[in-house]
């Protein structure tokens, strides 16, 4: 060790203060608020009473029919609300990476001088607001839009394709909501990537696809798993595409808490709880993950 | 045989990725110019829109919230890049610690947390401790809700880099400062500049946590433009996404004309 | 653009402010050359802010805000609930020199009897609205919406919000509203869930593009939205059912703990004179609660059909304030119909 220490652990802990303090003050103090507000009574239109209670996670998983005098049943109600949304994000996810990585690779293999401009260039988009994309990818996608009257004036089809006010539209939007998120950070890691090793392997006689699995991949295996947690986990809550692409015909979880706030029903306690149940939900799933990481580094 | 970096398929989908980007852009330009006061119906070209967002009644409104919605996220993204990397630095190189589960899951607690609950709670919280909601309460809840955004791309960029370079520059009797700041931080730009752009982008759109804690009289690009929905968007809302693209060009070519001033001057 | 925006700054802050009113209002519901007015007569600074339901305003409040603003503009129902919890101080008529000009029938509301709390911003109706190329049959029935003819089915569009879909719905079917009755209830539940399939979304803030755009042929929407649709080019009709429809007045508010109550009553008085209220009237296309607008309202919407129903119509109801026992009811029916 001639030059001296190069170990970041003894910084760990002060690096750390002050994302735990901006976060703890300003996110984490308002959740807890939020985990305490679960337990409490609601208030009739909004607000709670400070009577603790467990009614609010009693009305996401237990029914006794409209009129709450049949026997006490599984609500599947929410509990199927919670398995579309997951599967609605995840399909987003899987989207957005196969779009995703090859847009990310692209701009890695350009010229240093011009990546930047190719990042501004994922970006820019989103310099307008979300609500008027949406709009406006909806004005495309429309019945009588430009592109059904595009295909249908080469002849493609027929009649309009139905878009608009389906699952496809509300993928579709997703997709277009939360797209950059999976492309910055894979291209931060595969920026990184040396083409010596893709050179390497290809004089091992490996096919393209084969070294893309056995060799891109474990590299740049951090981008990838930033980018779908950083797409995956926004999409879970997402409300305006379902909303305005899909015709707002169900709950989304994100309608659904929505509802609660600001809604006619005014339930902050239950509103809290589908909240805290979905935290705690997405918390597993990354401590678990953030778990295999630590064990896998340590190999 | 084309070289290793070719991969056949990914360039139609990154041109997809592009198109798909840039389509409804296309549609808000173009109505940007319509003569009539309809998104739906075109009424002729015509430049009463801008006229409008500069003249029109709610003109110092819009001119106000685009401001306020610039500086905000110039000043969230860069803080919360700052934090995030020092917290990344910790979390990636800082090796085992007690605690590190914790930190992780606290750094990304914001982006667990649906909106509306953060915006809620906020609101309580700020008004229980007293603060006055206004630009500063905006500033400090887009903040928090950024740092995750730029911690996932600095950190997963971070794990590529190996101890080796700066183990290298300290055995040539770099201080730990001059190993920071000539070694690291050079290999970490393109996960800083991700994470930057991913926050500031981020921190331009909210509109539900910022409806909530911003006060009275406050606006933001977002709040003010939600406005127009209950009457219909109106084409001077279009008008005003094509002036704040054209301005996100005008950064765009300021960045690369430095970017090659920098490079020309080794 | 910076020096640009610095300029707007600096205009958009009157410079000889005499004192402040904090409005909280709807989005788009006042027109800033009004506000500008009422500055300029009286030399008290206005800052608006705004919120996107009725709920949500409530929400903020309830989270803290009160206390906050002056002036808040909710719908009748809302001001029934906000009085009962308090949150709402009271005027005399001699604070209120203008309160003569409200029209008599919107003077003793049951809201708010005797016009202690708030006086009449805008009130107008909601049911539904038809495009005519589309569907040329007999649309006087709410039927249109629940029980769609097959060239409508598919196409209609539906408001987002619970208490106007409930309260249609309960018109349809002849059964009152708040009813605890399980069969009524029950019928209720069951017509809206049969009825579903034949929706194509339910949006309130599209509720006028979906029609204009031909997104949907059919739609629940606000009688001003829809005369702005059929000034769009839509070839809508509005339909005051036969079965009967939702009439709802927006009024605006003192509130509890007002910063500035002299001011907020200056502001609530101004909107009381016919000037001004003619000039909302004309901005939002709804109808104002103040005698003697006449002779100030443009013409297109002194004559639109939409805001002149035919003398014979079935009337319109308010919506009534449920009891907690009964609400529970009805949320569950809204949760089981968007599940």
Known sequence: MAGGDTSWRPLARPLLIPAWLVIGIFALLPVLLMAVYSFLTKEFRGGVIWDFTLTAYDQFFITRGLFGDEAAQVEWTYITIFGLSILQAGICTALCLIVGFPTAWFIATRPARTRAVWLFLITIPYWVNLLIRTVSLKFLIRDNGPLNEGLMSIGLIDGPLPLVNTNLAVQLGLFYSYLPFMVLPIYAAVERYNFALSEAAADLYASRWTTLREIVLPVVRPGIVAGCILVFVPALGAFLAPDLLGGAKTFMIGSLIEEQFKGSQGNWPFGAAVSMILLSLVLMALLIYARAAAREGER | ?266 | MRKLLLGTCLLASPAFAEGELKVYHWFEYIPQELVDKFQAETGIAVTIDTYDSNESMLAALKAGRLGEYDVAVPADFMVGIMIADGMLDSFTPEEMPNLGNIEPKWLDVPFDPGRKHSIPYQWGSTSFSVNRDVYQGDISSLATIFDPPPELSGKINVLDSQNEVLILGSLYLGIPQCTQDREQLKALNDMLLAAKPHWASFGSDIAKDVLVSGDAAAGMIYNGFSAKARAEGANVEYVYPKEGHVVWMDNVVLLKDAPNRDHALKFMNFLLDPVNAAAVTNYAAYTSGVAGVEPYLDEAIKTSPENNPPADITPGVFAEACDEETQKLYDAIWTNLKK
């Open chain 2, 1 to 266: 045989m084309k070289g290793v970096r070719y991969y056949p398929g990914f360039l139609p989908l990154t041109v997809l990725c592009l198109v798909i980007l840039y389509a409804p852009l296309i549609v808000v330009m173009a109505y940007s110019f319509n003569g009539s006061t309809s998104i739906t119906k075109w009424g002729g070209f015509s430049l009463r829109w801008y006229v409008d967002v500069f003249t029109g009644p709610d003109a110092g409104r819009f001119g106000q919230a685009a401001w306020n919605s610039l500086t905000i996220a110039l000043m969230a993204a860069t803080s919360a890049t700052v934090i995030a990397t020092a917290a990344a630095l910790a979390m990636v190189k800082g090796g085992r610690f007690r605690g590190k589960g914790a930190s992780f899951a606290l750094i990304n607690l914001p982006l667990m947390v649906p909106e509306i609950v953060t915006a809620v709670a906020s609101l309580i919280f700020f008004t229980a401790i007293g603060l006055t909601t206004g630009y500063g309460t905006i500033l400090v809840a887009h903040m928090a809700f950024c740092i995750p955004f730029a911690f996932l791309p600095i950190a997963a960029r971070l794990e590529g880099i190996e101890g080796s370079y700066e183990q290298a520059a300290r055995d040539l009797y770099a201080t730990r400062a001059q190993a920071f700041r000539l070694i690291l931080l050079p290999l970490l730009a393109p996960g800083l500049a991700s994470g930057w752009l991913l926050a500031f982008i981020i921190s331009l759109d909210d509109f539900i946590i910022t409806n909530f804690v911003k006060g009275a009289g406050m606006e933001t690009l977002p709040t003010a433009i939600f406005g127009s929905v209950k009457q219909g968007i109106k084409p001077n809302i279009m008008a005003i996404s094509t002036l704040m693209l054209a301005v996100s060009v005008l950064f765009v070519t300021a960045a690369y004309l430095i970017n090659r001033k920098g490079q020309k001057t080794p």
